[in-house]
């Protein structure tokens, strides 16, 4: 990447986007993600996490926060820091509380043995694939969203 | 939004002449791809189609809900005795596919070459 398209982030900086709650416009989030955290500089492969991370935290909402109900959207707010991006989610669902190491991995045996769904393995990626992940239920309980936070990794740039 | 999924079959003889049949997907595997992957799996001739391949090759973009499609296609080819097999995935898509644990029953291969010739 050239330094014309990088940017030098010397006070927080802030990018919202807000998606209607209609399956694909994930790729909505997921797309402006991606151009924020290559500006930061992040490594391809990060940027790949970070795609997914941000687009299954948006079906998530999508799906179960606001039931995709149309009338509904979905807010994206990008939170650029000097060594990190934090990417918030946020739907009119009622949410859950889920704190880090709460996500169980899917068990691919019982979902071969049909013990289990082959779906339910948002979360799990999330969780993988960011520095920091967590499931929060706003304040007046009638919005939640998941904060996700991936650092810039100096040492492996 | 979704891009629409492709899905087009090839059958093809492996170098130690096994019928392979290839599943070559074009698109995104997403929710809306369940026509796409499973049924095109579900059209293949069982008797003689014993091993499976996944082409993602043209696959920019999976979710969990595109992955539990491939799940969901793997079980239905372990209930009928047959092997499911992929090549074409990025980096990163080999990766999620291995934390999911697609690989301890599918066998995933960067190139159609280096799949056919373990076949």
Redesign the interface.
């Known amino acids: 990447m050239s330094e014309v398209d990088t940017i030098t982030i010397s006070k927080p900086t802030t990018v919202e986007v807000r998606l209607p709650s209609?399956?694909?416009?994930?790729?909505?989030a997921m797309s402006t993600a991606a151009a924020v955290a290559k500006l930061m500089c992040f490594r391809e492969?990060r940027i790949?996490?970070l795609k997914?991370a941000v687009?299954?935290a948006c079906?998530n909402a999508i799906e179960h926060g606001n039931r995709l109900n149309e009338k509904l959207s979905v807010g994206v707010v990008l939170s650029v820091n000097a060594n990190s991006l934090e990417v918030k989610v946020i739907d009119d669902g009622k949410g859950m509380n889920r704190k880090p190491g709460l996500v169980s991995k899917?068990?691919?045996?019982r979902?071969?043995h049909?013990d289990e769904?082959?779906?339910?393995?948002?979360m799990?990626?999330i969780q993988?694939l960011v520095d920091e992940a967590e499931w929060v239920v706003g304040a007046d309980g009638n919005s939640s969203y998941v904060r996700l936070v991936i650092r810039l990794d100096k040492d492996a740039e | 939004m979704q891009s629409e999924t492709k899905a087009r079959v090839e059958q093809l003889t492996s170098p130690a002449g096994h019928a392979v049949a290839v599943l070559r997907f074009e698109g995104d595997i997403a929710s809306t791809s369940k026509d796409a992957v499973l049924g095109t799996y579900q059209a293949l001739p069982k008797e003689t189609s014993r091993l499976v391949l996944l082409d993602f090759s043209k696959v920019d973009y999976i979710n969990s809900s595109g992955i539990a499609l491939v799940i969901q296609m793997m079980i239905e080819a372990s209930n009928c005795d047959q092997k499911v097999y992929a090549f074409g995935l990025s980096a990163h898509f080999t990766k999620v596919f291995t934390m999911v644990g697609i690989t301890k029953y599918a066998g995933l291969f960067p190139t159609q070459v280096d799949a056919l010739a373990a076949l």
């Open positions: 209609r399956m694909g416009f994930e790729k909505v492969d790949e996490d997914t687009a299954e079906i899917p068990d691919i045996d979902k071969m049909g769904g082959p779906r339910g393995m948002g799990f990626l993988a």
